[in-house]
């Protein structure tokens, strides 16, 4: 069975220019979340996706993230315009349940990392 | 104040040592606690959960104590492979809190 997957990989833009993540999670995956992990800092959750629709989104940094999930399965977040502060590793996750989180029921992908020159 | 804790390390052991990491967190109304794995430039992965009455799997040992909100994980026989980043969690909501992420590396 094919895990999270995330795309591209590694991404390197300049300040201001616009860059969208995908995530494809594990197929009948309801739940997909982003989270980031800023160099020298915590990973940070950013939101949760049920199925199509935003469940929590307290963690969106700002209102250059936007975060769309259309019919409830891949997802992209898109930095516009991108700021040397985004800079960091964008991780997707996804859980076949809400409670995922609190079973430890989720599973993460590689990561994007993204690099704000 | 963060909201877990874990102290960066990095921790240099030689192989078969045992080593133990621990973690405070703030929110009392955390439900649930894991330790997660992370290897450089990988994924975070489950390692195990933690739970009042401690746990062990295999050569790993987790304990929570929920009076003193703290968390620890305890490795014996450490071999080269357990070299990684150790990240404390807890999920006093829907979400995953992370810590800051433990670094060991076991060398020869």
């Known amino acids: 069975e094919a895990g999270v997957t995330q795309f591209p990989s590694h991404s390197v833009i300049e300040k201001g220019q616009t860059v969208t993540l995908r995530c494809d999670p594990i197929?009948?995956?309801?739940?997909l979340y982003w989270y980031r992990r800023v160099m020298g800092k915590e990973i940070k959750f950013l939101l949760h996706?049920?199925?199509?629709?935003?469940?929590?989104e307290s963690g969106m940094p700002n209102n250059r993230f936007l975060a769309e999930r259309t019919g409830g399965t891949y997802s992209t977040l898109k930095v516009q315009p991108a700021e040397l502060e985004d800079s960091g590793v964008y991780f997707c996750?996804?859980?076949?349940?809400?409670?995922?989180?609190?079973?430890?029921?989720?599973?993460f992908g590689e990561g994007s990392r993204l690099t704000v020159l | 104040r963060k909201e877990v804790e874990q102290d960066p390390g990095p921790f240099n052991v030689p192989e078969g040592a045992t080593v133990a990491f621990n973690c405070t967190y703030s929110n009392s109304a955390s439900q649930s606690f894991f330790w997660y794995r992370q290897d450089c430039r990988k994924e975070p992965k489950l390692l195990m959960s933690v739970y009042s009455s401690g746990n062990e799997d295999g050569r790993f040992t987790a304990q929570l104590n929920r009076a003193s909100q703290y968390i620890s994980l305890l490795i014996r026989d450490s071999k080269l492979s357990d070299s990684a980043t150790y990240l404390c969690?807890?999920?006093?909501?829907?979400?995953?809190?992370f810590g800051t992420g433990t670094r060991l590396q076991v060398f020869p």
């Open positions: 996750a996804s859980s076949q349940w809400v409670s995922g989180p609190r079973t430890g029921e989720l599973f």
């Open positions: 996706f049920v199925k199509e629709s935003k469940q929590d």
């Open positions: 197929s009948g995956h309801d739940n």
């Open positions: 969690v807890v999920t006093p909501t829907d979400k995953l809190i």
